[in-house]
């Protein structure tokens, strides 16, 4: 008997479950936009050098041209002829080129910088920090250090926060900060219902998706959407108040009482008055009995790698998620290169999660998490190596290929979210998170610098991208399969259930007086303890002799 037991018995997926992890799940609609929003904080405009200051077409109106007419005497067009180059300008006005039909040698005129600066379209963007700051040609590199500065703060909450979590709890922790949100739901939700509940709350990420193209469409301004997207977390913080402290942490960090208490809540929100009376110190210690004593020890990131099925474990998880989180934000930042409005590009983007997300549904239910895990990679790796191969003028199939590409990593983030969550013990299960979670901000960081490899080769981040996944994928095969088995609670659980071929069942634990243990809150009982399941029997039989 253990902890998942106790879940079954004040509710199991009940009101409370419900309400909970809606209200913790509604930050998701936000943090996707904060996570995305540099596609369109620093979008790129359309744009060129600037004319120089004695030639404009004001003091030019003389001549009976039009104005983009006029700029073409002053901007080269670019290898592929269809726009203005955007670095580069001619010395001297080369008034020649307006007249109709010119033969005249184009690649010999001397050009230059752009020494006056640049003009910006501002048809798709109004104010972005690229046009703001003329982060362009030699400034370039800058435009996506932006978006990897902000993974560097992510990268910083899944280091200090986990940890902490661990320590001063779920509750307090998420207060001041939404990055831990994943693992404070699976520890409210009983086993069977995990799978379903861990992929329906990754929707809100996906509508958050679309929620920040609605609101980038709306207002095109880089200041304003910072503002509206960031505002509503003061509405999450506000009510972030109501949250019941995981019972399992407060069992296993010697706050028996408040766990009781926090039991006994959950019970009567799910309607089951009945359970309060009968849940007891005694037999919430007997349930937790074998955590409890092994969770005296102080733990570290250091015991996520000491003992060999734990380092087998992690050092898989790192891949994944560093793999998973390279290849998906390599492909959700770089929405301006399909010749489609950027805004419709991000509602495609987001829309795709929804098949991808519901496949990862039945395939974890199914298949088992290892089996999804794998295969979401693999397949991932496939269509981004596919779409090298797609000719550039054929913009459509290269970005049906995206779209399927970015599905399956989304679907690979949903698996890993979940299966982390059920590898790892609850003694050190945010630790943990915040171990893994690290490499995957070190590769939402790396993945906009990788961008910039285009110039380079233009196939050349594809390849990187894709051949993340291949090894992630190869690692993937290597984890441990945690479908339908109850979340283990220390690290003595997770070397016994999977160093084995299958996993060893635990023994129901009876009442005994071979010894006792103090629990803290000035219960004493026994070693062994007893089990609500035989409460209940014995009230049967008490009810049947009468």
Not at 382 to 387: E, M, R, S, V, Y
Request: glycine content about 8%; proline content about 4%.
């Amino acid at each position: 008997m253990g902890f998942s037991d106790l879940l079954e018995e004040v509710g199991g997926f009940g009101k409370y479950q419900w309400l909970h992890v809606t209200l913790i799940s509604l930050p998701g609609l936000m943090m996707a936009s904060q996570n995305l929003m540099n596609n369109f904080v620093s979008g790129i405009p359309n744009h060129h050098c600037s004319l120089p200051a004695n030639h404009t077409p004001y003091n030019l109106s003389q001549y009976q041209v039009e104005e983009k007419q006029f700029i073409k005497a002053f901007i080269p067009m670019d290898p592929s002829g269809t726009r203005l180059e955007r670095c580069r300008r001619y010395i001297e006005p080369q008034w020649q080129l307006l007249v109709p039909n010119n033969t005249a040698n184009v690649s010999q005129l001397q050009t230059e910088g752009c020494l006056d600066g640049w003009t910006f379209d501002n048809s798709e963007f109004l104010a972005t920090t690229v046009s703001e700051w003329e982060l362009v040609c030699s400034l370039r590199p800058l435009k996506q250090m932006i978006q990897t500065i902000y993974m560097g703060g992510v990268l910083t909450g899944a280091i200090i926060f986990g940890g902490l979590s661990d320590r001063f709890g779920r509750r307090s922790v998420l207060i001041w900060s939404y990055l831990q949100l994943g693992i404070l739901e699976v520890e409210w939700i009983p086993t069977k219902q995990r799978t379903l509940v861990g992929t329906l709350t990754s929707f809100f990420f996906t509508f958050g998706q679309m929620i920040l193209a609605g609101l980038a469409y709306w207002l095109r301004d880089w200041r304003k959407l910072q503002l509206v997207v960031c505002a509503p977390m003061f509405l999450f913080f506000s009510y972030s108040w109501w949250y019941v402290e995981s019972a399992r942490w407060l069992v296993l960090n010697r706050q028996s009482d408040q766990a009781l208490k926090s039991l006994h809540r959950v019970a009567r929100f799910n309607g089951k008055p009945e359970v309060v009376d009968k849940l007891t110190l005694e037999v919430l210690h007997s349930h937790m009995n074998k955590e409890i004593e092994s969770s005296h020890s102080t733990f570290t990131a250091y015991d996520l790698l000491k003992t060999r099925v734990m380092r087998r474990i992690s050092i898989c998880l790192v891949v994944v998620w560093f793999s998973t989180s390279f290849a998906y934000y390599g492909l959700a930042m770089d929405l301006q290169k399909f010749g489609v409005s950027i805004y419709q590009m991000q509602i495609i983007f987001a829309a795709v999660d929804f098949p991808a997300k519901l496949m990862a549904l039945g395939m974890l239910t199914y298949l088992g998490r290892r089996v999804s895990q794998a295969t979401c990679l693999f397949l991932a790796a496939l269509i981004i190596f596919a779409n090298i191969f797609v000719p550039t003028d054929m913009q459509t199939l290269r970005t049906v290929f995206a779209c399927l590409g970015k599905g399956f990593t989304s679907a690979s983030f949903t698996t890993v979210y979940l299966y982390t969550g059920e590898l790892y013990p609850t003694v050190i299960r945010q630790t943990g998170m915040g171990f893994v979670s690290t490499m995957a901000r070190v590769g939402s960081m790396a993945a906009p610098a990788v961008l910039i490899l285009d110039e380079v080769f233009p196939a050349l981040p594809s390849v990187v991208y894709g051949g993340s996944a291949v090894l992630a994928g190869c690692f993937a095969c290597f984890l441990p399969e945690t479908l339908n088995m109850p979340l283990p609670d220390t690290i003595e659980d997770v070397e016994e259930r999977w160093s084995r071929t299958s996993p060893a069942p635990r023994k129901e634990e009876g009442i005994s007086l071979k010894g006792t243990v103090d629990f803290g809150g000035g219960a004493l009982v026994s070693s062994e303890g007893v089990t609500l399941k035989e409460l209940k029997e014995a009230e049967v039989t008490g009810l049947n002799a009468l």
